[in-house]
Nanobody, 123 residues
Framework: VQLVESGGGLVQAGGSLRLSCATSGFTFADYAIGWFRQAPGKERERVSC????????YYANSVKGRATISSFPANHTVWLQMNSLKPDDTAVYYCAADRLWDWTTGCPLNGYWGQGTQVTVSS
């Protein structure tokens, strides 16, 4: 099983990034998938997920209106478009997939994780 994130980098406040998560080694359609992030000294935070229950999208309040999650099951890829980036968005962003998911958010409970991609937003 592999989840490989890419697309992170250094961007000025107000800018945009598109993160990608390429997955392999599991049946994509059977797994909830989502994006999480962890900033230095802070707990890991759910950012955005796609629910297996009804294909709805979950967004954390901190990114709502600025983030869009999308997927292309045919090539097992998930993207996270982040706009109007703020310094508070600085973190390592992880992609995760699990057969088990949180009923409220649709986010994977644990499962498989990528190595992360660093996003740094300068003020």
């Amino acid at each position: 099983v592999q989840l490989v994130e890419s697309g992170g980098g250094l961007v000025q406040a107000g800018g945009s990034l598109r993160l990608s998560c390429a997955t392999s080694g599991f049946t994509f359609a059977d797994y909830a998938i989502g994006w999480f992030r962890q900033a230095p000294g802070k707990e890991r935070e759910r950012v955005s997920c796609i629910s297996k229950k009804d294909d709805s999208r979950y967004y954390a309040n901190s990114v709502k209106g600025r983030a869009t999650i999308s997927s292309f099951p045919a090539n097992h890829t998930v993207w996270l478009q982040m706009n109007s980036l703020k310094p508070d968005d600085t973190a390592v962003y992880y992609c995760a997939a699990d057969r088990l998911w949180d009923w409220t958010t649709g986010c994977p409970l644990n499962g498989y994780w990528g190595q992360g991609t660093q996003v740094t937003v300068s003020s």
